[in-house]
């Protein structure tokens, strides 16, 4: 969707590394949300934020840590305590009252 | 918690229908979702669906939804080549709507 952006589409890392993903939304929605994506696994939720200054553990947070400092920013980091990092990783942005998610394109970390 | 399943892969021959199947778990869910991932992209959201109603109709998608079996189904008419692609059904329940995806299904379609 035209008004999320993440970056960068492609990363590699090396094993020990910490690394931050952005994810950028000029849409105004309060809720972010980041996904990752592992083939045959479906899209597993990370963590989500409803408003500035506040997230929630997604199912699988082990190993991430975010922030929310602007509504329009949701980076995520992948420290090196994430055992498997290798995945395609998809931020989402919703309207507070719910409906559909609109997501970005995507960023690929691969570790070396 | 919530579960929302699909079979993995779909073969159709172009200029057929393709329907994709999905199940889900939680009985409180108020949206159901029909996305579309392209290679190395993002998820499309194709269409969608009130929990209240049994079927919704959008040009070549028909989504129909058996909420007393939990039960939604996407149906493609005259499936293209352009439609190969994974298709992900989602439910959205709660406040906030927490969003639930299943594994997706992989539709290759042949010419």
């Known amino acids: 969707d035209g008004g999320i952006t993440q970056s960068p589409k492609y990363l590699f890392r090396k094993e020990g590394q910490n690394v931050t993903l952005s994810c950028e939304q000029n849409?105004?929605?309060?809720?972010m949300y980041w996904y990752r994506q592992d083939p045959g696994q479906g899209l597993r939720l990370i963590y989500y934020?409803?408003?500035?200054?506040?997230?929630q553990k997604g199912d699988i947070a082990e190993g991430y840590s975010v922030s929310r400092e602007k509504k329009e920013s949701f980076p995520l980091t992948v420290t090196s305590a994430q055992k498997n990092p290798t995945a395609f990783y998809l931020c989402?942005?919703?309207?507070?009252?719910?409906?559909?998610?609109?997501f970005g394109e995507g960023s690929r970390l691969t570790v070396l | 918690g919530e579960d929302v399943e699909q079979s993995l892969f779909l073969s159709v021959r172009e200029g057929d229908s393709s329907v994709i199947n999905c199940t889900y778990t939680?009985?409180?869910?108020?949206?159901l979702y029909w996305y579309k991932q392209e290679p190395g992209a993002g998820l499309q959201l194709l269409t969608y669906?009130?929990?209240?109603?049994d079927m919704k109709q959008d040009q070549r998608l028909t989504v129909l939804l058996n909420k007393k079996d939990k039960h939604l189904s996407l149906r493609i008419a005259d499936t293209q080549t352009g439609d190969s692609a994974i298709y992900f059904c989602?439910?959205?329940?709660?406040?906030?709507?927490?969003?639930?995806f299943g594994t997706g299904t992989k539709l290759q379609v042949i010419p």
């Open positions: 934020s409803q408003i500035v200054n506040d997230f």
């Open positions: 849409l105004n929605h309060d809720a």
């Open positions: 939680d009985s409180s869910s108020t949206y």
């Open positions: 989402a942005v919703q309207r507070l009252q719910g409906g559909e998610l609109f």
């Open positions: 669906i009130f929990s209240n109603m």
């Open positions: 989602a439910e959205g329940s709660g406040g906030y709507q927490k969003v639930t």
